[in-house]
């Protein structure tokens, strides 16, 4: 019982880090009908800023995590404006193409700066926990839940209490009525994208000290976040934050059940079963194919 | 269609290149150059296959190479139990690759656009997961081996490269083929617009599985080479993400949905790849410089280098030539047409063709139509009128079954339908057409108005695409709607009017019982409605039965009789023009309630 009580909260605390990233993705998907497969490598070029700074500095990954996301921030918006504006409009399956273009390129580049080999950051709290009633809590886990958990309720209420955040509702829920109110689309769609990046700083930051991690393996990261964003209905905050919960928890209770080398299995079964069953996921609504948008 | 002497050029460079090829290995021994030639042929055995779901068909797969990794693994694993050389078991590969693109397509199809590349990317990775962790079947991470080959070391590669080179005649081939049979229309009409391609008569989930297995069976067939070729792999290398980045760079380089695209993109890439080897060395290099490349060619050049290129010269050779006008003047509805109607004919007894009742359907908590129930005699014009927002075009979708009602029953012809899918009730004998109109915009008219398809066999999608008879039928229905001229122009270039002039030649086609006409007069000008109107009585005439959704009242009250009137999603009145334009239930659902207000003083 203990163990099956110790298996959730640690799929429940490592949720929370996934919530942080997934709900970017779904956010770019939901405004702009964009699925950003670059974000898994995003996320590790996070961790890898995370890690020169953290080698050279010794400043706290997590506590550098509040550089990060503003500077991931950044990087989204020029990604943005040079890039992914070029191709508004255009077919899913072109973003697809794009941002696939754009992950190989950062890949590849830190494959080149930092060769294929595993890394890993190590805090003086990387292998302490804090125990409470026959539970244990690792430090990292539990730091980086509330790190996720503070950045997911500043995004919340950016979305929710100032003009952007309606802006971006607006534009997910009508673009062009939100263009005959006097949102500029293109703006809009800038800071979207730039603030869906900005959650792969903070989450690739905690990402670096929770996982080791190599270039390559922003495919098991976009895996996974897609896996989320899925289940619980592309373009869905609250789903991206269920989903994102349910998978950790089906993480944790593959391993500690059946087998460690098939939990990494279970973001694409949830991907293929979800699809195939409810193509809207959770929490995803369906939308009115026949009405033609001019 | 490119001149003559430019194409008897294309036809001998290519001959000389395919014989160069053929004889290049009894020429000289190079292991390396053969070498990168026979990878730049499985690269193009892949890319072009890859071009038959995803260019032609336009559901882009990114995880295509999982079918090379099927391939290698099947003739491993039957390998270990026999003793025949690899070669002989590539078939094994071939079909082990087909199954699998049959149960994934079975039900990947029925997913599109994203979650489509979702599924593909994570069936790659689950399979190389897979082959991974049932060491027991697949040797795991220590990786797969097959025998080493036992010919001279001098021939060191050259079974291999002819082996692939045969595939890669074989993959043209089927490309194709493909390309002129109605099953590559189909999948040309199902990428244009999926839903359209439904309503004229296409049964779209075996066009897609089918793509989806033509697409695989080359692949896997490679894979045994390849794995054979490699002598030991692992699930890694095999399933890799990195082969379907340079299946899909090569055909987006080459252009999609062309015949040479694929081919020529994969020799240009192995190239490209060469060089970084050389020059830049290492496989981080070759992320960079794929990554780049591809972002380029999405942003710059989408439709690749042929397509583009060939654009150029289509202009070059359009420009100048005359414009052709519509032909507007009334002439009888074509011959073959009455035969059909002939046979349909039930006499002077009229009957309801087509019978809805009491059909609901809602998005949300907007009921757009609320328990309708409505029939259309058979033999009339029958409009159907109603407010913007009355749930007409609605309405259409559940009888063609573009959607599903979520109450309701359609009768047509005496059979119930409504459970059925649009493409069986197309060949049921609905035809329709679109409010807005959806021709296949990269298809000439004629290929558009040969598109539809009157019923399902197996052996119609191996048929040529445009045959002889059908063709001379086409022109006919083009002749009679007025855009005879027009057959060999492509539909995009069309203006709105004489589109729905084209669209209207479509449903012909189909010699639909019944014809459902979204606001035909829509967006045209007076004379092209009073040819519409005219055309529409002449086909009424050979029996033909209408359902118009018009907002011209004039065109509705001189041809429609009679008239049905939709409000907030039921059929408030119905009856002659003159019977519906005296009820005041109409004006009431035109007008609002307020009308009535402003109504003389001492009027009840």
Known sequence: MTELVQTIVLGLLIGGVYALAASGLTLIFGVMNVINVAHGAFLILAA???????????????????????????????????????????PASMSVLLTFAFALVIEGILGLVYKGVFRAMTPSYFDESFHLGGLFFPKAQVYAAALAVGLLVLLYLVLTRTWLGR???????????????????????????????????????????????????????????????????????????????????AETTTSTYFSVRWATAVPYVLILVVLLLRPHGLFGERVREDVVTA | MSPRPVRVAGAVGIGAAAAALAVYPLLSHNAYHQNVLLLAFLLAVMASSWNIISGYAGYVSLGHSVFLGIGAYAVAITGEHLTVSPFWLTPVGAVAAALSALVLGAVIMRTRGHSFVIITIAFLFLMQLVALNWSSLTGGSGGATLPLPRWSLDWVYTPFYYALLVLLALSMLLSWWIRRTKFGTGLIAIREDENKAAAIGITTPVYKVLAFVASAVLIGAAGGIYGYFLNFFEPRGMFNILTSVEIVLAVLLGGRATIWGPVLGAFALQGIKEATNVYLGGSEAHLVVFGVLMGLVVLFMPRGVLPTVSGWVERRQTAGVAVPSIEVRARPAPASLEARAATNGHGGGRRALLEVKGARKSFGGISAVDGCSLSVQEGTITALIGPNGSGKTTLFNLIDGTMRADAGEIWFDGRQIDGQRPWVRAHAGIGRTFQITRLFHQMTVLENVVAPLRSFSWRQLAADAVSGPEAARAEELLDFVGMGKFGGVRAAALSYGQQKLVELAQVLMLDSKLIMLDEPAGGINPTLIEHMAEMIRELNRQGKTFLIVEHNMPLVLGLCDPVLVLARGSCICSGTPSEVQADPRVLDAYLGEDFRLEQPAGVP
């Open chain 1, 48 to 90: 890898y800023v995370t890690f020169a700074v953290w080698t050279r500095t010794g400043i706290d990954p997590l506590v550098f995590a509040l550089a990060t996301t503003p500077a991931m921030f950044a990087l989204g918006w020029l990604v943005y404006k040079l890039l992914v504006s070029r191709i508004a409009g255009a």
């Open chain 1, 167 to 249: 802006a971006i509702r607006a534009s997910a829920q009508n673009p062009s009525g939100a263009r005959l109110v006097g949102v500029d689309p293109g703006a809009v769609a800038a800071l979207t994208f730039a603030l869906g990046i900005a959650t792969t700083g903070a989450a690739g930051s905690a990402i670096g000290v929770l996982y080791p991690f190599f270039p390559a393996a922003h495919y098991a990261w976009i895996s996974r976040l897609l896996g989320i964003i899925v289940l619980g209905g592309m373009g869905s905050l609250p789903g991206a934050l269920v989903g994102a919960m349910l998978l950790g928890v």
